[in-house]
């Protein structure tokens, strides 16, 4: 199992399940009960946040390896990597993150590495579920009527505050 300074806890599924809606609100569930939360997402293609025309973007795409912009706001660091010839695994990313004061890392996606995870499935998805074959899923988040008999505690997706209610539940016993 990976581990990490803080509680990790993934929703894993196929695209076009609605991981990202889901997380959205419920990123937005425990900020309001007073969580302080990180987020890893796994991208499935290239992808950039910054943008020609932008002073940081030229600087960039002039040779630096790594641009960090500040302001009073925020700040990101962007790290160029074209040597690198496979995903980042998120063991490697979870150390980029300050953990001091996160009360729960959330991670979308890395489906294959070994953590807890939480998987969404709706309808939409032709795939077999996840859980099946994953012995770190530990919930089914659907709206499908499932009769699962797997140990799997079971969500209903059209429910974000039970399923906040849950993640609360795997923060408490899971702080160190």
Known sequence: MIEAPCPLLGF????????TTLLTQLIALLRER?????????AHHQFDID??????????????SQMLVASQNRWALITETPLQNHDPQLEELIPKLDCDGLDLILVEGFKHAAYTKLEVYRDVVSHSPL??????????ITELPTDIDAGLSLLDINNPPAIADFVEAFIQQNRG
């Not at 007073?34 to 796994?42: E, P, T």
């Not at 859980?131 to 089914?140: E, N, T």
């Open 12 to 19: 894993v599924g196929y695209s076009g399940s609605g991981k």
């Open 34 to 42: 007073g969580y302080q939360l990180g987020v890893i997402k796994h």
């Open 51 to 64: 943008y020609p025309g932008k002073d940081s973007y030229e600087l960039r795409h002039a040779g630096a």
């Open 131 to 140: 859980y099946v074959d994953d012995p770190q899923i530990i919930a089914l």
